[in-house]
């Protein structure tokens, strides 16, 4: 009698095992379901080539387009052009394979600084600039009929994540006979935070009363970098005039980045120019 009553339950409970294997899955789908319906739950996802930009820091920026502007022949001022007699610049043009610096087509991204906004952020740059004791208070504002603005992408070709959108601002072609005193004439601008990387003003100063290194000192903490470093070199032909002071900042990697603050005597220009 017990091993029919012990068959019985062995019986039973392997048919109970079938049906739960069969029904037993979709019975709880549905039950989950219908916990779930008419309730809202966020969940995480980590989604890849969300953010086609790694955040980089100043001297990650810098150093970018440094790389960037250095495979180019660059715009530059008169003064600095009229030294290269017989060359013609050739804007865009990758020159060393590794970096590119090419017009955005595309226009800004979310978060950048629009065409609307490029030349108000252009002039509370400038603001920024007397303040810290870089720029005079004579140098003017720039206004959009004067002025052009193209925004650019500094890519580094080999691993394009790294990149920096910026804005230059040039006085315009139209603008040739006009009085260039006390104006900006050429800027790059991060298109992120509106800081201004490298600029050309004329300007009433002589180089005499310029103390480039203070210059450099203030213009790093205004962009975020660490103290300058003298750049040590005693080749005199670095530059196409002889007022000039040269500093390194720490790049990528081992890598740095050389910022030059000199002047153009005659037409009083000072300026301050990244290279590699």
Known sequence: MNDRIKEGAFLALAVCSVILSVWGPEALARYQDKSLMGEIYAETVERAGEGYRYELNANEKLYILSRCLSSQILPESEQNAMTHTGLQTVEYEELDGSYAFVVNYRGPSGGEITN???????????????????????????????????????????????NIAVWKISLSNSQKNANKENRL?????????????????????????????????????????????????????????PFYKKYVFPGMGEESTVVTVGFYEGINELFLKISK
Not at 118 to 146: D, F, M
Not at 213 to 232: I, N
């Open 116 to 162: 609307e906004q490029i030349y108000e952020t252009c002039n509370t740059g400038l603001e920024a600039l007397k303040e810290a004791g870089i720029l005079p208070e004579e140098i003017r504002e720039v206004e959009e009929a004067s002025y052009d603005a193209s925004l650019y992408s500094a890519i580094d070709v080999l691993e394009p994540r790294n």
């Open 185 to 241: 004439i050429d800027a790059y601008i991060d298109a992120d935070d509106g800081k201004i990387y490298e600029f050309y003003v004329r300007t009433p100063l002589l180089w005499e009363n310029i103390d480039a290194d203070r210059v450099a000192d203030a213009w790093s903490r205004y962009v975020g970098l660490g103290s300058p470093m003298p750049y040590e070199s005693d080749n005199p032909l670095l530059e196409t005039t």
